[in-house]
């Protein structure tokens, strides 16, 4: 199993920019997560879905945010437009229904908005 | 969720079990704990969990105690591999779907 897979794995780019952040969960898995992780906050749940249906945004930080879950096996989190202090590493994590709570998570995407 | 009291940081040394604690006063009947771990620019990765009975699986044991209100994490025989931050959670499941919420953890600094 290849596990869950993020890419790019690190990003780069300026103030005003669209980011799109990617994630394939693990085939099968019917939950998929996003965490935002920075020094000063932690780790911090943006948004999860069941099924590929949103069930809780109230993480997201703010409307330039936004994510899609277009088909159980692939999710993305965009920003635009980006800000410096969007820089964070992201992970997406996934699980299955059949776990009991265990979240499976990516390597992270790490971004840096100049 | 209820949330964790852990201390900050800890050190073990290389051989020895690492034993961290974590407080959860406010944890109700049908919450269990998990304990996560999180390497250094790494995902962070599932350990154990338990509801009320004392867990072991091939990484750690979980002693949690009677009243429910704190637990213990063990690594048995610590490595420099397992310096990292950890992190306990109390949180409702069961096969439910709800995203766990991670506090600051303990940073566990496993010495030569």
């Known amino acids: 199993d290849a596990g869950v897979i993020q890419s790019p794995r690190h990003e780069v780019t300026e103030m005003g920019q669209e980011v799109t952040l990617r994630c394939k969960p693990i085939?099968?898995?019917?939950?998929l997560f996003w965490y935002r992780q920075t020094m000063m906050r932690g780790l911090e749940l943006l948004i999860y879905?069941?099924?590929?249906?949103?069930?809780?945004d109230s993480g997201m930080p703010e409307d330039r945010f936004s994510a899609k879950m277009p088909n159980a096996s692939f999710s993305t989190l965009k920003i635009q437009p980006s800000e410096p202090r969007d820089s964070a590493v992201y992970f997406c994590?996934?699980?299955?229904?059949?776990?009991?709570?265990?979240?499976?998570f990516g390597e992270g995407s790490r971004l840096t908005v100049l | 969720d209820a949330k964790t009291t852990q201390p900050t940081s800890m050190d073990c040394a290389e051989g020895r079990a690492a034993n961290l604690p974590c407080n959860h006063s406010t944890i109700s009947g049908n919450e269990y704990v998990y304990w996560y771990r999180q390497i250094h620019s790494q995902g962070p990765q599932y350990i154990i969990h338990?509801?009320?009975n004392n867990e072991t699986n091939e990484m750690a044991s979980l002693i949690i105690t009677e009243d429910r209100k704190s637990s213990t994490l063990i690594l048995p025989h610590a490595t420099l591999r397992d310096t990292a931050v950890y992190y306990c959670?109390?949180?409702?499941?069961?096969?439910?779907?709800?995203?766990?919420?991670f506090g600051k953890g303990t940073h566990l600094i496993i010495q030569p």
């Open positions: 879905f069941n099924n590929n249906v949103p069930i809780d």
């Open positions: 959670i109390v949180a409702s499941s069961g096969g439910g779907a709800d995203g766990l919420t």
């Open positions: 994590a996934s699980r299955s229904q059949q776990a009991s709570g265990e979240l499976f």
């Open positions: 085939s099968g898995h019917n939950s």
């Open positions: 338990g509801l009320k």
